[in-house]
């Protein structure tokens, strides 16, 4: 690797030729004059504090010449010439450098760094004698190494190779590494750039190599890959086999043991189970032959045998008649062979019925216990818990005894109670001691009487309450509360209470309280009842037409005529004027003008004088701010005072003002108008209009109208108010005086700086501060990545894989329907559905006997085994299944979303079996399947139960989704007796870990479920 020259080493060759120059200045002493001085500015600089790398052949020479130099010029050399030193030094101070041209004389300095003003070895935006494998350090202006761009990461870069072989061939500029990639443009096909290196993967903008397609992030070759046979997405299966892809098809490999692919198709996969078909039984082709009676012949292990037919057996052994005995109704052979019927009590003796024995009871008598050993037990004729039948429970009624009587139920009514509605089933639901509508016997209302509140049914008999306050005072029922207390005269307040008569008055009743009502003309003004209505309301002073009314007469003698106050005479000097008696004598004749010394005789009027009587004498006087100054009476007050300048406040007060037109007001002196100019702003009239509104700043235009300059100083012109200048940072950008200096230029977008200098941000919101445009806020989706605000929000977050959401972040795709990786995609990986539901993936052992005729129970395509409904008694008589269909389920009210599997019911397969037993029915919990099968068995299923889970889905994007099995969600009862020997199957989980449910039952059933076995299958995940 080659090295640059040091400074050290150049100043060694200079100082050689000067010593071959000037060989007196090589003995050790002072060189006055600045080269040995220049090689010392170059060590001070501080380059030789940089690593250098020194050739090998000069190194003694650099190293034995510098050490020499700086000991003895600097310590011993330079101390005798201090004086010349000072005047030969000075050119050594380096003049500021403006651009690289004032550097050319260095080369080992060609950068001008033009903040500090000197030349140095390179600067963060020029390497200049920096190597393609060096960077510049900012901070102290040297070489160091790394690379600042691809060109300095070569396949020989000691950066070295990563581990699959690719070359570090790009620079991380950030951190001035060698990287492998960048971007996935720089990977191959097939890779994608993950954490700067090329790792398998594939998108829409990045291909797989010419003979694989991207499926899923990924690259397949669709002929042979196995997940993406032919088409993404597409997943070889085999039945019972290990599939293969050959040629973009899918076929099947190799079978499963006791398994073979007799049709030779590929579609079903090694269809033939070797170890049951009757068609291929050990081998394709091999068919096993149905003896007589026999429903069907049989496989098991690979070799041929029969089942008899349902309820038949080989009670003989000799299988050349076939299965000669009906276990069904044979008295000798019932349900299983050698069991003979015994006789029973209240019965028909041995009988064989359905493959049991059993009893057929005599007419009114029942098996109701089960117990086939005691007979017929019960008479069904009385028995209320088994009345006409077994086990008929005669229903217990609402205040009734339940009753059995000829076989047929019925109810006796509690005492105090009956069916009055004639409906069995609330039984006897009226209670006859209270109820209104049926007191004492059904049907028997109780009626409501007038004004009563409510009728009522007391121990059976009708009564009744009065609505308040009205009250049964005459005892008769028959016209219910005929009192209204309240306002009765002959009951008030209470039955009986009358109310007296008064003098002058009539006896009233007001709210239970006796009370009196006055005759015309009459008053009780006392507030006494007991004397009546005592005053006579026509004639009395003291209450003149109502009590309390008091006639009175200002200046005069009341009276009372007809219940309305009159005037009976007037006082000396008043009189009764405008002849209403309300007022009495209102006029004083001594004193009013329109009545002056009499009745209606009107004192004259003057101009602007108010006409006066006094002492019944007429007079004038002027009216207020009016005077008499020409002496005239006639005339009147014939001067207006209060607006006259000549005769201002009082006769012969003339008004003047300087500078203004004088005038009266409100008798006072003021000025009328100003001259054009000027102003009275001190509102004093004495020194006229005082203030040049033209160009006075505080009264500019008009008085008190000062002039104020928001950041800035005002000033006033022609009347109006201007901005005299603006304080520094602010301008008066509208060219209006009324805001100032309006535009604070150091922060506003539209001036910053200077008027009208408008800040721009692409994609997004421009700012101001300090007078110098920048981003104050980008878009939604955009970013400023490289902190200039010259090109805005340079960067879409939303489509740069490189700045994925944030500057300098690479997103991570999460299901949330967004594009977290900005790779043009949404949700890629995430579930989409579920497939490959259609197929039997594991079949389960078969449990049981040999007997009855074939049954298979599977599900639809898509569905699986959700419940199971049927018969039992002491053994598994009757069996269907309930299926359900699953479905994918996409839960967006979180972020991400979940997932999960949903499960809804979609009908029912079956039964199979016998009609004996009894009926039971189970469904799993909501949402989940059945995915165990338990029980017991031998020559039947003598029980089953099934126990019931959930598939759940958990996972990401980035680590993949998988369906999983939950806890048991429930679990079936025990359907059947406790005989034969226990069973328990777990549907297996495929080799990827999906667990599978059961989809299909399988066996033989005849009068009993002879035998049972399961099928499961397990679930496919897509995604995106």
């Not at 170059?42 to 003694?60: Q, S, W, Y």
């Not at 029922?477 to 109310?499: F, M, Y």
């Not at 559905?833 to 079949?843: C, E, H, W």
């Not at 139960?945 to 679990?971: K, L």
């Amino acid at each position: 690797m080659k090295t640059r020259p040091s400074p050290l080493h150049g100043l060694a060759l200079g100082l050689g030729a000067l010593c071959l120059s000037v060989v007196a200045g090589c003995d050790g002493s002072s060189v006055v004059g600045g080269v040995a001085d220049a090689g010392d500015d170059v060590l001070d600089a501080g380059a030789i504090d940089a690593p250098v790398v020194v050739d090998a052949p000069e190194a003694a020479v650099d190293l034995g010449a510098d050490l020499g130099l700086d000991v003895a010029f600097d310590a011993t050399a330079d101390t005798p010439d201090v004086t010349a030193d000072v005047t030969a030094d000075a050119p050594d101070v380096p003049p500021r450098c403006a651009t690289n041209g004032d550097c050319a004389a260095d080369p080992a300095r060609p950068v001008c760094d033009v903040a500090s003003g000197r030349c140095v070895v390179c600067t963060a935006t020029d390497p200049g004698a920096c190597s393609v494998a060096e960077y510049c350090d900012a901070s102290a202006n040297v070489c160091v190494p790394g690379c600042r761009a691809d060109e300095g990461c070569a396949a020989s870069a000691d950066a070295g190779v990563p581990a699959d072989g690719g070359a570090l061939g790009r620079c991380d500029t950030v951190n001035h590494v060698c990287v492998e990639c960048g971007t996935d443009a720089q990977c191959g096909p097939g890779r994608l750039c993950v954490g700067n290196a090329c790792v398998p993967g594939c998108n829409e903008a990045h291909a797989c190599p010419s003979s694989q397609t991207c499926c899923a992030g990924a690259c397949a070759d669709l002929q042979v890959n196995l997940a993406n046979c032919g088409a993404c997405g597409t997943t070889c299966r085999t039945a019972n086999g290990t599939p293969a892809c050959l040629n973009a098809t899918c076929v099947a490999g190799t079978c499963g043991e006791g398994f073979a692919d007799c049709n030779r198709s590929n579609a079903d996969g090694c269809e033939v189970s070797l170890n049951s078909d009757l068609a291929h039984c050990g081998g394709c082709g091999t068919a096993c032959p149905t003896p007589p009676n026999a429903s069907a012949a049989s496989c098991t292990g690979g070799r041929c045998g029969f089942t008899c037919s349902p309820s038949f057996a080989d009670c003989d052994g000799d299988p050349s008649n076939g299965c000669e005995s009906d276990l069904r109704v044979s008295a000798t052979h019932c349900g299983v062979c050698g069991v003979a019927c015994p006789p029973r009590a209240n019965a028909s003796s041995g009988l064989c019925a359905m493959g049991r024995c059993g009893v057929v009871c005599d007419a009114n008598y029942g098996d109701c216990d089960g117990n086939a050993d005691n007979g017929c037990e019960l008479d069904l004729r009385g028995d209320v818990n088994h009345c006409g039948a077994c086990p008929t429970v005669c229903a217990l009624r609402p205040n009734a005894t339940p009753t059995c009587a000829a076989g047929a139920c019925g109810f006796a009514c509690n005492p105090g109670f009956g069916d009055c509605d004639g409906n069995p089933v609330n039984g006897c639901e009226v209670a006859l001691n209270t109820d209104g509508a049926h007191c004492g016997r059904c049907a028997n209302a109780c009626p409501t009487p007038t004004n009563a509140q409510s009728a009522a049914c007391v121990s059976g008999r009708c009564d009744f309450t009065c609505r308040a306050p009205f009250a049964d005072c005459d005892g008769d029922g028959a016209n219910g509360c005929e009192t209204d207390p309240r306002t009765s005269v002959a009951h008030c307040g209470g039955c009986g209470l009358a109310c007296p008569t008064r003098p002058n008055a009539a006896p009233t009743c007001a709210g239970g309280t006796c009370g009196i009502r006055c005759d015309a003309g009459f008053g009780d003004c006392d507030g006494d009842p007991s004397n009546g209505c005592e005053v006579d309301l026509r004639t009395s002073v003291a209450s003149c037409g109502a009590c309390g009314r008091q006639c009175t007469v200002p200046s005069g003698t009341a009276a009372c005529v007809a219940s309305t106050c009159t005037v009976a005479a007037c006082g000396g000097g008043f009189g009764d004027c405008d002849g209403s008696a309300a007022n009495g004598c209102e006029t004083d004749t001594r004193s009013a003008p329109n009545h002056c010394g009499a009745c209606n005789n009107v004192c004259p009027a003057r101009p602007n004088a108010v006409p006066v009587c006094a002492g019944g004498g007429c007079a004038s006087a002027c009216q207020p701010g009016f005077g008499e100054c020409d002496g005239n009476a006639a005339n009147g007050c014939e001067t207006n005072l209060a607006t006259s300048a000549a005769h201002c406040g009082s006769c012969g007060r003339s008004c003047a003002a300087p500078n203004a037109t004088g005038a009266c007001a409100a008798s006072t002196c003021a000025i009328a108008a100003c001259a054009a100019g000027y102003a009275d702003c001190n509102a004093s009239p004495g020194d006229g209009c005082e203030v040049d509104v033209r160009s006075t700043v505080t009264s500019c235009g008009a008085c008190g109208r000062a002039c104020t300059v928001a950041n800035g100083a005002p000033g006033c012109a022609a009347g109006q108010c201007t901005v005299a200048a603006c304080n520094a940072g602010f301008g008066n950008c509208n060219g209006s005086a009324a805001d100032g200096c309006e535009t604070n230029l150091a922060g506003t977008v539209t001036s910053c700086g200077a008027c009208g200098r408008a800040c721009t941000a692409p994609n997004g919101t421009p700012g101001c501060a300090a007078g110098q445009c920048t981003v104050a806020a980008c878009n939604a989706g955009f970013a400023n990545c490289n902190g200039n605000a010259g090109d805005g929000c340079e960067v879409n977050l939303r489509t740069d894989v490189n700045n994925c959401g944030a500057c300098g972040a690479r997103g991570v795709e999460v299901c949330d329907g967004a594009d977290n990786d900005c790779d043009g995609l949404s949700d890629e990986g995430c579930p989409t559905g579920l497939s490959g539901l259609g197929t039997f993936d594991f079949q389960g052992p078969t449990w049981g006997g040999g007997g009855g005729g074939a049954y298979d129970m599977q599900c639809p395509s898509g569905q699986f085994v959700i419940g199971i409904f049927g018969r039992s008694g002491s053994y598994l008589d009757q069996v269907g299944v309930r299926c359900g269909t699953p479905t994918l389920v996409e839960d967006r009210s979180v972020t991400p979303f979940r997932y999960r599997v949903d499960v809804a019911p979609a009908g029912t397969v079956g039964p199979v079996g016998g009609g004996g037993g009894g009926a039971f029915n189970f469904t799993c919990p909501a949402n989940s399947m059945a995915m165990r099968v338990l029980g017991r068995g031998a020559g039947y299923i003598d029980q089953l139960r099934i126990e019931c889970y959930r598939w759940d889905v958990s996972g990401s994007p980035t680590a993949g989704f998988a369906v999983t099995r939950s806890t048991a969600t429930g679990i079936s009862g025990a359907y059947g007796g406790g005989g034969g020997g226990p069973f328990d199957y777990l549907c297996p989980s495929a080799s990827g870990g999906q667990p599978s449910a059961v989809r299909r039952f399988f066996g033989g059933a005849g009068g009993y479920v002879d035998r049972l076995g399961a099928w499961c299958t397990w679930p496919i995940l897509n995604v995106r």
